[in-house]
């Protein structure tokens, strides 16, 4: 069975799987990062905006045909209320009447059913190309942006904007295409064959863009190799380009910063929700913190603690915080976390993750 694989959810808070590109979120390789920043500011992270504001795009990501614009600290929207893409509280998406609209489109409870799932309405399948069909999402011609588009044995093959079946360990791949393997793997640009995650040594290539690659304690350097993790953090003077990792921007202080989790001690978060999406037949959707999702339903303390293992670790928390507000906070302040929380009465939610707790894609 094959599974919707994603490399980050939410970008520490916002998107993930989609995938973490934090070089493309800046305009400049001089600028520093303030570790507290206020409404109107550029930031990469939610927990760096002060208060109750998010860290958005204004422009939709999954839009053709239309630039970025950098991140900037922004007010977080209720439901009905106006939006740009991952500004409404979680739970909610932002809901556009039309696939793009300079005005901004509408929080919903939407986006939560998977391909052959239960809907009323074409805006409940994840899918922007499914429709509603006799109550069930069903595809349009296998038609995708990303992978939220597609099945959970699927991926969106985005050279060809059609959703493709997921290949297995062992199977060939694309490693252009590093989501085209199935949930806890990825295509090994070695070998172009799909590999169990946290597999390649120190010294290996590996894909700049995943944080699940290297062997545990190691991680993929902006050189594209697997390294192992030193604490001590590098000057950098405004300079990000001198920092090890494509996550690591250089902060105001002239230390480089990274902006996920370099340091991932253990691969259980991952293999815990591979095996609740396999034995539910599920995936990760585009709103997967509405209390309809299947994965909210059936995974909730699994995706939880892989978001967490996901975050940034404790050292750059000291760094990247408004208010005591720290990245596994807002993680543990999802529904989809606070759901697990308050029916096993805090149990199963990772120590770190006990006091107080927010996300978005």
Not at 273 to 280: E, G, H, T
């Given at each position: 069975m094959k599974i919707k694989i994603i490399f980050s959810i939410f970008f520490i808070l916002t998107f993930i799987?989609?995938?973490?590109?934090?070089?493309?979120?800046?305009?400049?390789?001089?600028?520093?990062?303030?570790?507290?920043?206020?409404?109107?500011?550029?930031?990469?992270?939610?927990?760096?905006c002060i208060g109750d504001s998010k860290?958005?795009?204004?422009?939709?990501?999954?839009?053709?045909?239309?630039?970025?614009?950098?991140?900037?600290?922004?007010?977080?929207?209720?439901?009905?209320?106006?939006?740009?893409?991952?500004?409404?509280?979680?739970?909610?998406?932002?809901e556009f009447e039309w696939f793009y609209s300079s005005e901004g489109g509408s929080c919903r409870n939407t986006r939560f059913s998977l391909i052959d799932e239960d809907c009323s309405s074409f805006r409940d399948c994840s899918s922007l190309f499914a429709d509603c069909i006799n109550g069930k999402c069903k595809s349009n011609q296998n038609k995708c942006f990303v992978d939220f588009d597609c099945s959970s044995n699927q991926y969106c093959n985005t050279g060809t904007g059609k959703c493709e079946i997921f290949s297995k360990i062992n199977q060939p791949c694309n490693s252009s295409l590093p989501q085209s393997c199935e949930f806890g793997s990825f295509c090994s640009i070695n070998s172009n064959i799909c590999q169990q995650s946290f597999s390649l040594n120190q010294g290996d290539k590996c894909n700049t863009q995943s944080q699940t690659d290297c062997k545990l304690n190691s991680f993929c350097s902006s050189n594209g190799i697997c390294i192992k993790y030193d604490e001590n953090k590098n000057d950098c003077n405004g300079n990000e380009n001198i920092c090890d990792s494509s996550y690591s921007v250089c902060g105001c202080d002239s230390q480089c910063h990274s902006v996920v989790n370099v340091n991932i001690k253990s691969s259980k978060p991952l293999t815990d929700?591979?095996?609740?999406?396999?034995?539910?037949n599920i995936s990760i959707v585009r709103n997967s913190n509405s209390e309809n999702s299947t994965i909210y339903k059936k995974c909730s303390k699994e995706y939880c603690q892989y978001l967490t293992m996901l975050s940034i670790d404790n050292n750059d928390n000291n760094y990247f915080q408004c208010t005591n507000k720290t990245s596994t906070n807002i993680i543990s302040n999802l529904p989809i976390c606070l759901k697990d929380n308050n029916n096993n009465n805090n149990n199963n939610i990772p120590p770190s993750l006990n006091h107080s707790t927010n996300m978005n894609r």
């Open positions: 799987h989609n995938k973490l590109f934090v070089n493309s979120l800046f305009n400049s390789s001089n600028i520093c990062f303030k570790s507290c920043s206020v409404i109107g500011e550029q930031c990469i992270t939610d927990n760096q860290c958005l795009k204004k422009i939709p990501s999954y839009q053709f045909g239309h630039s970025e614009s950098p991140s900037k600290c922004s007010i977080i929207r209720n439901l009905n209320e106006k939006c740009n893409e991952n500004q409404c509280s979680s739970g909610l998406f932002c929700l591979r095996d609740c999406l396999i034995k539910y």
